[in-house]
C-alpha cells in the first residue's frame, strides 16, 4: 500500500523541510497535497530522501506482479505458426507478429516504444520529424485503411524506426489513395509488425514507462533473440540524445506554400506582408503553410544556425520549430543563437523542442516524461482566460514549471496531468507552447496562434 502524501511529509520533518530536502518549491508540495499524488520527476530525489521504494509512492504505477514483465505480455520463445516478425523489448519479452513494410537489416532497428492516441492521419505521424529515434504503437484500430498518397507528409522522409499495429493493413479505401500503407513503407524502408494486443503493450508503457526494443522483420524469418535482447537492453535511450541536428535541413532555403484546401490543394503565398525565419530542429511542413497562410515570406534556416546567422536574413520575427531528442543536449549549440535572438528584441514564436529550448534559454528546466504526450486529443487549458483548447501533441520531455526564472510566467497548463503547456516573457514580444497549432494531424482549435505571432511582429 503506497504511502500517503502526508505521511511522506511528515516522514520528512514537514512540508518546508521537504521542500529544502527536495530542492523544489513550497507550491510543488501544496500541488502534491491538493493532488494527493507527487509528479514522476521528483520520484529520485523523494527515493533518495526517504529511501523508500517507487511503489511506495503516491502515484507511482504498482509493482509487477512478475519481474518487470506484464503477464499479459508473455509470448512463446520460438515463433508461432505464420509469424514473421518480432518486437523485442529491453526487459528480454518477446511479441510476435506479422511483418510488413520493409524487411531489416541484420542489425534490426533500436528505439523507444512510444504510443500515439489519434484517430486520423497516420501518414502526418509516420512522418513527423520529432518521432525520430521512436518506434510508435498506434492505439487506434484501424491503421492503413485510407492508404497513402504523396500530399499528407511532413517530411521527405521516416524518422521513425518502425510502427506496431493490432489489426494487419487492409486494401485503401480512399479516392485521394495513391498507394496502400504498407507498399509506402516498404519504398521508405521501415518496417511495421501486426497482430500485436496494442492495448496491453499501451498499459505497459503508461505504467511502467517507455521501454526501448528492436523491431525486427528479417527476409528469411530467422530470430537471433539473444541478440535482439542484448541490442534492446544496451541502447542508450533518448536521454542526453541530440536527435535535432540529424532530422534538420543542411541548408537554408524559402518557403511559400499555403495550408491544403478543400478543391484546391495547396497554395502559394504571393503577397507576404512579414517576413519570419524558422529554425528547424526537424520542422513539419504544415507547420511552415501554417505560417505562409498567416501572411508570412518564411525563411527557414538549419537547427545550427548561429544568432548572426538568423538575424543577417533581417526577419520580422522569428520561430522556433519542433523536433526530436533531449532538449538539454540540443541546448549546446541551440541555446547561444535563442539567447542572441532574445537580445535583439525581436518577436520569437516558439512550439515543441523549441518551447523547451527557450525555457533552457532563459534559465529553466527540462526534463524526461515518464510516458509523455502523443495525439490529438489533448486538452490544455490557457490560465489566463480559462480557455480550454484540445490539442495535437508529440513529446516525451517537458518544461519544468516550478524552475522558470523571474519574469518567465507559465501560460498553459496540461488537464492530463498538470504538466506545463507553454511560456511567454512578461513584457516581451515572446512566447511558446508544448503542443502543434498547426495540429496536422489534428483539431484546429489552436491555429489562433499563428494570427497572435503574426500581430506581435506587426506591431
Known sequence: MPFTVEEILTRLGGAEAAAERLGVG???????????????????????????????LPGAPPRPSTGQRSPAMTSPEEPPEGASAALVLADGTVLWGHGFGAHTPETAPVGELCFNTGMTGYQETLTDPSYAGQIITFTFPHIGNVGANGEDVEATTIAA?????????TEPANWRAHEALGTWLAARGVAGIAG?????????????????????????????????????????????????????????????????????????????RLHVVAVDYGAKRNILRALASA????????????????????????????????????AEYAVPAIQGVLASGLPLFGICLGHQLLALALGGRTFKMARGHRGANQPVQELAT????????????????????????????????????????????????QYHPEASPGPSDSRHLFTRFVALMAS
Open 386 to 433: 480559462g480557455r480550454v483548447e484540445i490539442t495535437s501533441q508529440n513529446h516525451g520531455f517537458a518544461v519544468d514549471p516550478e524552475n522558470l526564472p523571474a519574469g518567465v510566467a507559465a501560460t498553459h497548463v496540461s488537464l492530463f496531468d498538470g504538466s506545463n503547456e507553454g511560456l511567454a516573457l512578461t513584457g516581451k514580444p515572446v512566447f511558446s507552447v
Open 161 to 169: 524506426r518502425g510502427l506496431v499495429l493490432r489489426a494487419d493493413i
Open 295 to 330: 501572411g508570412c515570406r518564411v525563411t527557414v534556416v538549419p537547427a545550427t544556425s548561429s544568432a548572426a546567422d538568423i538575424l543577417r536574413h533581417r526577419p520580422d520575427g522569428v520561430f522556433l520549430s519542433n523536433g526530436p531528442g533531449d532538449p538539454a543536449a540540443t
Open 196 to 272: 500485436i494486443d496494442t492495448r496491453a503493450l499501451t498499459s505497459r508503457i503508461r505504467d511502467f514507462g517507455a521501454p526501448s526494443g528492436v523491431l525486427a522483420f528479417p527476409a528469411d524469418r530467422r530470430f537471433d533473440l539473444a541478440r535482439l535482447r542484448a541490442a534492446a537492453a544496451s541502447w542508450s535511450g533518448l536521454e542526453g540524445m541530440d536527435l535535432a541536428r540529424a532530422v534538420s535541413c543542411t541548408q537554408g532555403y524559402a518557403w511559400d506554400q499555403t495550408v491544403w484546401a478543400w478543391g484546391t490543394g495547396y497554395g502559394q503565398q504571393q503577397q507576404p
Open 26 to 56: 513550497t507550491e510543488a508540495v501544496r500541488k502534491w497535497r491538493q493532488a494527493r499524488s507527487v509528479p514522476a520527476r521528483h520520484w529520485p530525489a523523494l527515493l533518495a530522501a526517504t529511501g523508500l521504494d517507487l511503489a511506495d
